[in-house]
């Protein structure tokens, strides 16, 4: 079964062919320069962006892989969350294409499947619990199969990956920041009493980073020195100590928060064999490492996808939707975009396997 993955869901414009669960052939086109000049994602620009990428990213695949349009079985497209303008794009380019070709429609849940890119690289074996957190999104899930998520916990308001970019920007790093100032941290030495752990004075698994992020702003007010560097900021090799040394200090708060939340779940769900780290924030390198001892403590393993997986991308969104249609799920041509704050519909509709 050969199934088409559509990405839209903010600034990256994505399509990827996976046939029966082996990824063939993947094609992307980033947006970041352009908001760079912003500061961050400026959502009509990122519509339209998508609407001048989709046609030619599309040929170019088909270009590449050898395929073509009448060999598609299923057509998935990421649904939601994320920006409407951005979504309807994708969705309404899957449904031409359905449509036109024949091939099934099946929306995908993106923070799903975030979570099952791993097992384009490795086997994931269920129960797993899941991490996401990226730049729009931080959540704990339940993985029980492919098709069945339960959602544990969600941030309340700033995601981690929205974290690190608003402080990134605070304090004068290029967008998007969050690489860089991983980077910066890396070269650091991290103060663990210099910014409070947010949010954990509860028994729930919910995020809360605002706080954090107001901690840092009050501390860069406080000692300005900290923003006396030569810029455009490039590398991490230019920055001063005392840089470094805050963005260490920030990076482990955000990691210390994320890694107690998560293993107040793992105390919860003793059951689960794979632990799954996933979304743009899952490169983060002390978060990686962090998780692996967190994973050797709990007798399961850990699973994350490589940097260019962790990102949006279409090859996650292809495999998502290739295991539903085998499952035996689709959407109709009233499948709707649903952006950020709703919750996803449960309206696929069960038809017999295809393949």
């Given at each position: 079964?050969?199934c088409?993955?559509?990405?839209?869901?903010?600034?990256?414009?994505?399509?990827?062919?996976?046939?029966?669960?082996?990824?063939?052939?993947?094609?992307?086109?980033?947006?970041?320069?352009?908001?760079?000049l912003?500061?961050?994602?400026?959502?009509?620009?990122?519509?339209?962006?998508?609407?001048?990428?989709?046609?030619?990213?599309?040929?170019?695949?088909?270009?590449?892989?050898?395929?073509?349009?009448?060999?598609?079985d299923?057509?998935?497209?990421?649904?939601?969350?994320?920006?409407?303008?951005?979504?309807?794009?994708?969705?309404?380019?899957?449904?031409?294409?359905?449509?036109?070709?024949?091939?099934?429609?099946?929306?995908?849940?993106?923070?799903?499947?975030?979570?099952?890119?791993?097992?384009?690289?490795?086997?994931?074996?269920?129960?797993?619990?899941?991490?996401?957190?990226?730049?729009?999104?931080?959540?704990?899930?339940?993985?029980?199969?492919?098709?069945?998520?339960?959602?544990?916990?969600?941030?309340?308001?700033?995601?981690?990956?929205?974290?690190?970019?608003?402080?990134?920007?605070?304090?004068?790093?290029?967008?998007?920041?969050?690489?860089?100032?991983?980077?910066?941290?890396?070269?650091?030495?991290?103060?663990?009493?210099?910014?409070?752990?947010?949010?954990?004075?509860?028994?729930?698994?919910?995020f809360?980073f605002?706080g954090?992020?107001?901690?840092?702003?009050?501390?860069?007010?406080?000692?300005?020195?900290?923003?006396?560097?030569?810029?455009?900021?490039?590398?991490?090799?230019?920055?001063?100590?005392?840089?470094?040394?805050?963005?260490?200090?920030?990076?482990?708060?955000?990691?210390?928060?994320?890694?107690?939340?998560?293993?107040?779940?793992?105390?919860?769900?003793?059951?689960?064999?794979?632990?799954?780290?996933?979304?743009?924030?899952?490169?983060?390198?002390?978060?990686?490492?962090?998780?692996?001892?967190?994973?050797?403590?709990?007798?399961?393993?850990?699973?994350?996808?490589?940097?260019?997986?962790?990102?949006?991308?279409?090859?996650?969104?292809?495999?998502?939707?290739?295991?539903?249609a085998?499952?035996?799920?689709e959407?109709?041509?009233?499948?709707?975009?649903?952006?950020?704050?709703?919750?996803?519909?449960?309206?696929?509709?069960?038809?017999?396997?295809?393949?």
């Amino acid at each position: 079964m050969l199934c088409l993955g559509i990405e839209s869901s903010c600034d990256e414009t994505g399509l990827a062919l996976v046939e029966d669960g082996r990824l063939v052939e993947a094609v992307l086109a980033t947006q970041a320069d352009m908001h760079g000049l912003f500061g961050g994602v400026v959502p009509e620009l990122a519509s339209r962006e998508h609407y001048r990428f989709m046609g030619p990213l599309f040929d170019e695949l088909m270009r590449r892989s050898g395929r073509s349009p009448a060999e598609l079985d299923v057509v998935a497209v990421s649904r939601g969350p994320g920006l409407l303008g951005a979504l309807l794009v994708g969705v309404a380019f899957a449904k031409g294409l359905s449509l036109g070709t024949g091939a099934r429609l099946v929306g995908v849940n993106h923070l799903h499947a975030h979570l099952l890119a791993a097992g384009l690289e490795g086997r994931l074996a269920f129960p797993a619990l899941g991490l996401l957190v990226s730049g729009g999104h931080t959540c704990i899930y339940r993985m029980d199969s492919p098709e069945a998520f339960t959602a544990l916990g969600r941030t309340l308001d700033d995601a981690a990956g929205e974290a690190f970019d608003k402080v990134a920007k605070m304090l004068g790093l290029p967008y998007p920041g969050g690489r860089l100032l991983d980077g910066l941290a890396r070269r650091g030495r991290a103060d663990a009493a210099l910014f409070p752990r947010p949010y954990m004075d509860n028994d729930n698994l919910d995020f809360s980073f605002s706080g954090l992020k107001t901690a840092v702003g009050q501390y860069v007010a406080a000692h300005p020195d900290v923003l006396e560097f030569a810029r455009p900021l490039r590398h991490a090799d230019d920055a001063p100590a005392a840089l470094c040394d805050l963005c260490a200090s920030f990076n482990l708060a955000v990691v210390d928060t994320l890694c107690l939340k998560l293993e107040r779940a793992l105390r919860r769900h003793d059951d689960v064999r794979h632990l799954v780290l996933a979304g743009g924030v899952a490169a983060n390198s002390l978060l990686r490492a962090r998780l692996e001892m967190l994973a050797r403590q709990h007798g399961c393993e850990l699973r994350m996808p490589s940097p260019a997986l962790c990102t949006d991308n279409a090859a996650m969104v292809a495999y998502a939707g290739w295991h539903l249609a085998a499952a035996g799920w689709e959407h109709g041509l009233d499948c709707e975009a649903v952006p950020r704050g709703r919750a996803l519909p449960h309206d696929m509709r069960r038809v017999r396997p295809a393949g």
